[in-house]
């Protein structure tokens, strides 16, 4: 699993570009394009989505501080690369779309549910705690799953982006 060079380049810019329209879209508090990105970058290459996935969290630490709120980004964008792999890899047609997008949605409703259990365990809380914590959050999870789902329009044609580019890169090797 070990990058190439050329991939640890696009790598470096695509959780750079993930970091990037996390900082354009923050006037929309729960409305970005992380979803999208990591399920695209997922579906494109496997395992290897991982590094621009965590070089996007990593992007996150630096700039806005390695604090308590940042822990629970170490996995819970794993949990939607996870999610992704577990799909086939060669879905129909006629229902990728519509697959791709659920999954992101699904992953912006359980958002904080998914966040919860670093959030307790840092700040020492009980499970009733804990539930409170997401009951509370159930309103922002609720938004950040219905953006996620109608961004997810955006992840076939970033798929087929990508994808495109990857096939020109490789005619420019040979």
């Keep these: 699993m070990k990058p190439t060079t050329r991939e640890i380049t696009i790598f470096a810019m695509l959780g750079a570009l993930m970091y990037a329209s996390k900082l354009l879209m923050e006037v929309a508090p729960n409305i970005h394009l992380l979803g999208v990105f990591t399920i695209a970058f997922t579906v494109v290459y496997r395992k290897k989505a991982l590094y621009p996935i965590y070089i996007y969290v990593i992007l996150n630490g630096i700039f806005s501080g390695f604090a308590t709120w940042w822990v629970p980004y ?78 997810g329009i955006l992840i076939v044609p970033v798929i087929s982006v990508l994808r495109l580019a990857e096939r020109s890169l490789a005619g420019q090797l040979d």
């Design 74 to 151: 170490l996995y819970v964008w794993t949990v939607l690369w996870g999610a992704v792999m577990l799909l086939p890899e060669h879905l129909p047609k006629k229902i990728r779309a519509f697959v791709y997008m659920a999954v992101c949605a699904m992953h912006g409703f359980l958002f904080g549910t998914l966040y919860a259990p670093a959030q307790a365990i840092l700040f020492g809380m009980s499970f009733q705690g804990m539930i409170s914590w997401i009951i509370a959050g159930l309103p922002f999870d609720f938004i950040h799953g219905v953006s996620n789902f109608f961004c």
